[in-house]
């Protein structure tokens, strides 16, 4: 009887809640496949990174990582607010299960004349060439079973793409790893669906 309560109060709810996760990055990946997106419209980034902040917060708190922002005075983008917000997420919940516990994850943005950055950088255990290789292909995770899907990154690169924009990254084994996502203030014509 422990057990069946244990399973119904603790398991099943667990294993539903991440079906509908696994279900919706792979509708994602679809989407990003077809080279479909949501309407762009203008928005501001820093206002996407502070909501990301938010949502990730629970998972960042059971690690007792916290996030320094250093936010930048920035111009409006034009692209898809909801999906900026996911690549932020992925890369403060990626950065938090990379570090050790307590870490601070330190996030920037800024713009160029044409671009504008936002930086996730962390002092986690770093990366191989060979990781760094095969970071954005789907299903590639370095965590242990169960721990993730190895889809986070694909959808944030599938993301940053459909928007025109690029990813930087720098990372050696030891040293952390530094993500720069780079955006392009206004989307070339026919980026948007």
């Not at 995770?141 to 990154?153: H, I, Y």
């Amino acid at each position: 009887a422990q057990l069946r309560r244990e399973y119904a109060d603790d398991v099943l709810p667990a294993t539903l809640d991440g079906i509908k996760r696994v279900n919706a990055i792979v509708g994602d990946l679809r989407r990003f496949a077809r080279g479909e997106l949501a309407a762009f419209v203008e928005y501001d980034v820093n206002l996407e990174i502070a909501a990301a902040t938010r949502i990730a917060s629970s998972r960042l708190a059971a690690r007792q990582v916290t996030v320094d922002l250093d936010l930048g005075q920035l111009p409006p983008v034009r692209g898809c607010p909801r999906q900026i917000m996911q690549v932020v997420m992925n890369l403060l919940v990626n950065a938090a299960q990379a570090g050790p516990p307590g870490e601070v994850i330190r996030v920037a943005s800024w713009a160029t004349a044409d671009e504008v950055a936002i930086k996730v950088q962390d002092r986690g255990a770093g990366m191989s060439p060979q990781t760094l290789a095969r970071l954005f292909q789907p299903f590639f995770t370095t965590k242990p079973v169960g721990e993730g899907t190895g889809l986070g990154l694909a959808v944030v690169h599938g993301i940053v793409t459909a928007h025109s924009g690029r990813i930087d990254v720098e990372s050696s084994p030891g040293q952390g790893s530094v993500f720069t996502v780079w955006l392009p203030r206004a989307p070339p014509l026919g980026s948007e669906a």
